[in-house]
């Protein structure tokens, strides 16, 4: 059989007339297209089937790029435009596209209730640590200390970690992966799809332009190494936290948690209303 190629794919998926895209130089937001297209591709996902959804940003841009229906809302409403369409059509597969802003800022309520009601889709939440396409301000997810148009001497504020947030209200699915990684995004995005219920995956991904040069993350090979030295494996990370010496707890000072937070199995929102129709039926 045929290598797949990432040409072959982008042919496959992509509108052409699309292109070029509006990602700058060094941006990690192509990779998460690309990774996505490959798990789509993999589990052999029907197109025709599928709507992908998105609110406002560069990361929201994706959904334009793909040939399949979709939906560019509004900003922070992604997950309130995603719920609509599963509800009303529960055999869909529904994919969002939403950044750290969109799905965590001025969206971080419609993640909370996504994921308490359990709808049945898969997030794709790209963190790079600020508002990109408004030229980086601060963000709930923008790291202690960073500097931004808002935070010019740096950011006092803690910051929100969606994929401790989305385990603790039950996602069935919850990881995070920095695009570094080739193979293990691809691996989640088609467990998320697979996964009955809500499925999070949070990507984190360069923005030299808009965070990167005030960050000394500019340059490609910096911003790749700097995802290399900072992430740890989650079991690897609360192993040692749970269980290390004071110096190899030391050791997690300024690490990035990465990996599989949670993988289970909860009834999802189509199911239990299901449930209360067939009840009202019964009833009548
Ligand atoms: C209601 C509303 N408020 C503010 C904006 C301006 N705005 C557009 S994109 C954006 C930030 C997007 O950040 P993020 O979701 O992190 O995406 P990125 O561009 O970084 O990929 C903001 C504040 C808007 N379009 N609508
Ligand atoms: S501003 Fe940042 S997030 Fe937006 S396209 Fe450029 S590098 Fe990517």
């Given at each position: 059989m ?7 794919l982008?042919e ?14 060094g941006c ?17 996902l029907d197109?025709?089937?599928?709507v992908?959804?998105s ?13 399949a229906?979709?939906?560019h809302?509004t ?14 059509n529960?055999d ?17 309520n ?15 939440l ?5 508002y990109?396409m ?9 790291p ?12 006092s ?18 990881a ?8 293990q ?9 697979r ?7 949070e990507?984190?991904?360069?923005c030299?332009?808009?965070?990167g ?14 995802y ?55 009833k009548?």
């Open positions: 045929a290598m797949k190629q990432a040409e072959d982008r496959k998926y992509l509108r052409q007339s699309m292109f070029p895209t509006i990602f700058c130089d990690g937001i192509g990779n998460v297209l690309n990774y996505t297209l490959w798990a789509i591709d993999e589990i052999e197109i025709d089937r599928t992908f959804v609110g406002i940003g560069c990361s929201s841009r994706l959904t334009g790029y793909v040939n229906d979709g939906l809302t900003h922070g409403r992604a997950l309130a435009f995603a719920t609509g369409v599963k509800v009303a529960p869909l597969t529904v994919i969002v596209f939403t950044g750290d802003g969109d799905g965590s800022g001025i969206g971080g419609h993640l909370l209730h996504t994921i308490r009601r359990n709808i049945d889709m898969t997030v794709i790209v963190n790079n640590y600020t990109g408004t030229g980086g301000q601060v963000a709930p997810t923008t202690m200390g960073s500097i931004t148009t808002t935070t010019p001497y740096g950011n504020e803690w910051p929100l970690d969606v994929c401790e947030v989305a385990r603790a209200l039950g996602a069935p699915y919850v995070r992966w920095p695009v570094t990684f080739p193979y995004p691809i691996k989640s995005i088609e467990q998320g799809i996964k009955r219920g809500f499925a999070l995956i990507m984190l991904a360069p030299p332009t808009a965070y040069r005030r960050n000394n993350l500019r340059a490609l090979d910096q911003s790749w190494k700097w290399k030295d900072h992430s740890l494996l989650v079991e690897e990370y609360e192993r040692i936290e749970r269980f290390g010496t004071d110096a190899e707890r030391a050791t997690l000072q300024g690490k990035i948690k990465v990996g599989v937070f949670q993988d289970s199995e909860r009834e999802c929102f189509s199911d239990q209303w299901r449930a209360v129709v067939e009840r009202v039926k019964l009548a």
